[in-house]
């Protein structure tokens, strides 16, 4: 390859740079930050920290955790060793870290077209200081498409379609439940 070549192919580069560099420009930074969902879009409308004392109920078996200083401390069943990490996943589902889509129920459907005759499972979370309402959450089957559940709060009607990790960190609680 000679000299001359080696300067053309240098040239066509410079010129390829200078018009990417005019045209397209630098990147901008217009982009606006990403913002947390506001706590109403979830399926409890509140924040996590709210959520005080939680009981989980599957297959018969129970599992409940209250907050202490801040952190999860399961106190049923005793000795039980769970992550409490699991319990912020579970309600950070829930509560402002994760949007719920409200549904309504199509005509003529009942609650065991989405799982909710026998649910999969149940969560009861006393939310704020108000130990003598507690908010019942019945979890039901996955949608059509598997990347969510059907869950339904004792206090409404309608049905929210919530992240398919919910279930999946109900999963760990009870499993982690039964290693004591």
């Known amino acids: 390859m000679t000299w001359s070549r080696v300067a053309v192919i240098y040239a066509v580069l410079v010129v390829l740079v200078g018009y990417l560099a005019l045209v ?3 990147p901008s930074e217009e982009t606006a930050p990403l913002e947390p969902p506001p706590p109403t879009a979830s399926l409890l409308g509140t924040e996590a920290d709210a959520v005080r004392v939680m009981t989980f109920q599957k297959d018969g078996r129970l ?13 049923e069943p005793m000795g039980a060793r769970i992550p409490p990490d699991l319990f912020d996943a579970a309600i950070a589902a829930l509560t402002a870290g994760q949007v719920s889509e409200k549904i309504s129920p199509e005509a003529g459907h009942q609650l065991a077209d989405y799982g909710l005759e026998i649910p999969a499972a ?11 309402r507690p908010i019942s959450v019945s979890i039901g089957a996955r949608n059509p498409a598997q990347t969510a559940v059907y869950a339904r709060r004792s206090d409404e009607e309608a049905i929210y379609l919530v992240g398919m990790n919910l279930r999946y960190y109900i999963d760990l609680i009870f499993d982690a439940a039964t290693k004591i």
């Open 63 to 75: 599992v409940r955790a209250s907050r202490e200083s801040g952190r999860w401390r399961p106190t």
């Open 24 to 26: 397209d420009g630098p």
């Open 122 to 132: 149940t969560i009861e979370l006393v939310v704020g200081d108000l130990p003598s």
